[in-house]
């Protein structure tokens, strides 16, 4: 069974950049067809997908964050990661990686952030 840990700074102060790791157990993140997602949901509103990196390492980006994510893994700590540059306080949410595989999905517990100076 895969799980998942998010770890995250838990507060940020506006313009500095959100530092986020994944940290996977229970596979292995080069496992062929899995891909881990980056998700989040802010207070009142509905989840977001904020890009995903696969098992072969190929990155995927939600246009709609405007370039200021960055994805990335450490295989040899079975990790991801998420940096989100330039936070506003409209970036405070609750931040979830999760790992789909065909059709099975895992979800970490969350993590919340705020962005307060």
């Known amino acids: 069974q895969v799980q998942l840990q998010e770890s995250g700074p838990g507060l940020v102060k506006p313009s500095q950049t959100l530092s986020l790791t994944c940290t996977v157990s229970?596979?292995?993140?080069?496992?062929?067809?899995?891909?881990w997602s980056w998700i989040r949901q802010a207070p009142g509103k509905g989840l977001e997908w904020m890009g995903a990196?696969?098992?072969?390492?190929?990155?995927y980006d939600s246009p709609s964050l405007n370039s200021r994510t960055s994805i990335a893994r450490d295989t040899a700590k079975n990790q991801f990661t998420l940096q989100l540059s330039s936070v506003t306080p409209e970036d405070k949410a609750v931040y979830y990686c999760a790992s789909g595989h065909y059709d099975k999905e895992y979800w970490g517990k969350g993590t919340l952030d705020t962005v307060s100076s």
């Open positions: 990196i696969a098992y072969s390492g190929s990155l």
């Open positions: 229970g596979g292995s993140i080069t496992t062929n067809y899995y891909y």
